[in-house]
Every structure is written in structure tokens, then in C-alpha cells.
Nanobody, 123 residues
Framework: QVQLVESGGGLVQAGGSLRLSCAAS????????MGWFRQAPGKNRDFVAA????????YYEDSVKGRFTVSRDNAKNMVYLQMNSLKPEDTAVYYCAADSRVERLASGGFSSWGQGTQVTVSS
């Protein structure tokens, strides 16, 4: 199993940018598909983005397409979420997640997740 720690959240004005990072521990990191989910107050944890273990397959939730970019560096055991043109509705706790299959992440499933990092977008 892989352990995940997110960082990079914060408070930003609408239209601004943030870059979230996820540090993974475990020797098999490169064999996992990685993803990002978010949970706003009173709502379910929703899928945001996912990337396959080689980076060749990427999925995005419709509302973030063209604004968010997911990437990974297997040599550093890191996953990133670059968030541009942020909107108040992007405010949520963002979670890094891992699973053996990128399709399962894109469908809302995951086998491991981190503790989350808060992103707040002010209008």
C-alpha cells in the first residue's frame, strides 16, 4: 500500500492559481494510478482528475477541464495538481488518492488516500 501526504493548499482570490503536491511513500508508487478528489462542506467527495502510472492516460472532471492539470514524477514519488483560473466553487478539501487502475479513480473509487489540504477561493 502507498501512503500519501498532500500540501500546497491555501487561500486565493478568484482567477488565481495554486499548485497542489502529493508526496507518496512506498516502493511501488510507479505502479499506481494517482488521482485527486475534493470535498466541499456538506457534499460528497468528488473526482477531480486522475493519471495512469505512466502518465499516458488522464481523466478530468468536466468542470475543471482546461483549468486544472494533473502530472506526476515517478522518480520523486510525487503527484501534482496545477489549478488555474480558480473559482469560488472550487473551494474544498482536496485529497490525493491512489489505485491500481486509473479507470477506477475516474469512476470515483480509490484504495488509498491522504489527509487532505484545504483550498479556499474568495470571490
Amino acid at each position: 500500500q502507498v501512503q500519501l501526504v498532500e500540501s500546497g493548499g491555501g487561500l486565493v482570490q478568484a482567477g488565481g492559481s495554486l499548485r497542489l503536491s502529493c508526496a507518496a511513500s512506498g516502493r511501488t508508487f510507479s505502479s499506481y494510478a494517482m488521482g485527486w478528489f475534493r470535498q466541499a462542506p456538506g457534499k460528497n467527495r468528488d473526482f477531480v482528475a486522475a493519471i495512469s502510472w505512466r502518465g499516458g492516460t488522464i481523466y478530468y472532471e468536466d468542470s475543471v477541464k482546461g483549468r486544472f492539470t494533473v502530472s506526476r514524477d515517478n522518480a520523486k514519488n510525487m503527484v501534482y495538481l496545477q489549478m488555474n483560473s480558480l473559482k469560488p466553487e472550487d473551494t474544498a478539501v482536496y485529497y490525493c488518492a491512489a489505485d491500481s487502475r486509473v479507470e477506477r479513480l475516474a469512476s470515483g473509487g480509490f484504495s488509498s488516500w491522504g489527509q487532505g489540504t484545504q483550498v479556499t477561493v474568495s470571490s
